[in-house]
């Protein structure tokens, strides 16, 4: 009989595990961290953080993550290469494997937990680790609940997580596997270290499930002033955590979201933000969070006094931190917001064409939420060692199982309704692409995204752009006026136009498969080349 410590809301045989272990059961993320230390999973940095490493799997591994084809959701999903499917023979052998596995072990770690800060919407969940530093982090990422709500969760669904367990199936394409079974109300996870799938699994599941409650489930970050509500879409690295940290503005959450009948609403109690280059002078709060016991961090140097240095890249360019979102002092207390009255559109672009700041249409704003460009940033999926163009729909394809056009729909209709503005900020190259160019500095985008939210853009003289057709500011407080026109900022123009006329084309190129389910006006928004 297993020897439990903590709170237990359940018993491990209704997930499938009979074990002996000693099983730590919602424990509080500092007395996890604490066992993570006696356990050699980690140690703590000169300011009492957690340092772990992830071994071989520094990211994301999209070629490993499968989804169950079965009848209750099986005409929901968007099969293709992101999406891909498994049969339920696949994932009961392997789930018995991985139960198997978790059931040998000398100890287990378990958190009964929801996702979703909109209680209605809120869903009940069981995470089980074999180790305690991807407990803590669970705990820091989902929502805790009160020792009220303890006594009644029942999990709707469960993650099984077993990163040391390596499969050796011939349906996988490797020894690490992600798979989501909905009607099961299952994740299996193995052979992988990396925390950040055990979110964003959870995370595909809630993108499954509350569209068909006309609920916009979004990749995006958000913050408010309590009147005045934005969203930040954007893909890994393109800044949604950073510029969503505002001292101005208080934080809703960093990475997803809800747009309900109420306005926004977190899924996660915690941040989950990329490290690399990390600064207190650019980025104070989150700065803050890793000198606190309680966040965690991944593949970070440090130096012999255990001091971190972010700008280290020896291990991955996808170093990361995960801390509840307490740690951020200006937030919102229940972690929700408005209808809002500015949507973002982030992205890094490689090329450096695209303006550091323009205004959209509402059809514009659907082809470009569609599109979704971007650059994978190093590090972030395995293999990736320098910025790629990448082309992500709704900002968040590897995580969206429905096709895109259900979420820009209700992204359109979302908007329409409550007469939000489409701005596209880019946080990439500008006077040249990547090799050539610069990166955009962090101040500027800050000023033009608060002038954006402000208010201060509403007047300012515009100009089209010749390709793309959105606006694009001649002025902008706190901003030079020569870096606001991408052609400007080269110094070749032919140059400049033939690299835009190659991103215009791949533009076009990838919008091919989604024109059919598109009107007319959406289609129109094509840049022209």
């Avoid at 309704?417 to 990166?439: C, D, K, Q």
Wanted: net charge negative.
């Amino acid at each position: 009989m297993a020897s439990i410590r903590g709170t237990p809301s359940g018993d491990l045989s209704e997930s499938g595990i009979n074990t002996d272990a000693t099983v730590y059961w919602n424990l509080d993320n500092l007395s996890l961290i604490d066992l993570a230390v006696e356990r050699n999973e980690g140690y703590l940095s000169a300011h009492n953080a957690l340092v772990t490493e992830t071994g071989e799997r520094t990211g994301r591994s999209p070629n490993d993550k499968f989804i169950v084809d079965e009848p209750s959701t099986n005409q929901d999903v968007n099969w293709g290469d992101v999406n891909i499917s498994t049969d339920k023979t696949v994932f009961d052998r392997l789930k018995v494997q991985v139960i198997d596995y978790l059931s040998g072990r000398d100890s287990l770690f378990v958190q009964d937990l929801f996702c979703g800060s909109e209680e209605s919407e809120a869903l009940p969940i069981r995470v089980i680790n074999q180790n305690a530093w991807h407990n803590a982090f669970a705990r820091n990422m989902f929502v805790r609940p009160t020792l009220e709500q303890l006594e009644s969760h029942t999990p709707q669904f469960t993650v099984y997580h077993a990163p040391h367990f390596e499969a050796d199936d011939e349906a996988l394409n490797s020894q690490c596997f992600v798979i989501v079974n909905y009607a099961a109300g299952e994740v299996i996870i193995g052979g992988t270290r990396y925390a950040g799938e055990i979110k964003k699994s959870i995370f595909s599941v809630m993108n499954l499930i509350l569209p068909k409650k006309g609920i916009l489930p979004m990749h995006c970050s958000a913050n408010t002033t309590g009147e005045n509500t934005a969203i930040f879409f954007g893909l890994s690295g393109t800044g949604k955590t950073t510029l969503s940290a505002d001292p101005k503005r208080a934080l809703i959450g960093d990475d997803e979201h809800g747009w309900g009948a109420n306005g926004v609403f977190n899924f996660e109690g915690g941040c989950y933000a990329k490290l690399i280059n990390l600064s207190e002078e650019d980025e104070p709060e989150i700065f803050g969070t890793t000198r606190k016991k309680g966040t965690v961090l991944e593949n970070i140097v440090v130096d012999s006094e255990g001091v971190p240095d972010f700008f280290d890249t020896s291990k991955t360019q996808n170093t990361r931190g995960s801390y509840p979102i307490e740690f951020i002092e200006n937030r919102t207390i229940d972690s929700k917001g408005g209808h809002p009255q500015n949507v973002i559109f982030l992205t890094c672009d490689a090329f450096g064409v695209l303006p550091p700041i323009s205004r959209l249409t509402p059809s514009q704003a659907a082809y470009h939420f569609i599109s979704g460009y971007t650059a994978k940033v190093a590090g972030t999926e395995i293999g990736v060692t320098e910025p790629q163009a990448t082309f992500s729909a709704c900002f968040g394809e590897p995580f969206m199982p429905m096709h895109p056009g259900v979420y820009a729909n209700l992204l359109s209709d979302k908007m329409a309704e409550h007469g939000s503005t489409a701005w596209l900020i880019n946080t990439g190259w500008s006077g040249g692409a990547y090799g050539e160019g610069s990166r955009m500095k962090i101040k500027y985008t800050r000023a033009m995204l608060n002038a954006a939210l402000d208010g201060e853009l509403d007047n300012v003289e515009y100009v089209v752009d010749d390709r793309f057709g959105f606006e694009i500011p001649t002025s902008c407080p706190g901003v030079p006026s020569e870096v606001l026109v991408p052609k400007q900022t080269w110094s070749d123009g032919e140059a400049y136009d033939a690299t835009a006329d190659k991103l215009a084309a791949m533009f076009n190129e990838n919008f091919k498969r989604y024109s059919e389910g598109v009107s007319d006006s959406v289609n129109a928004s094509a840049p022209r080349i």
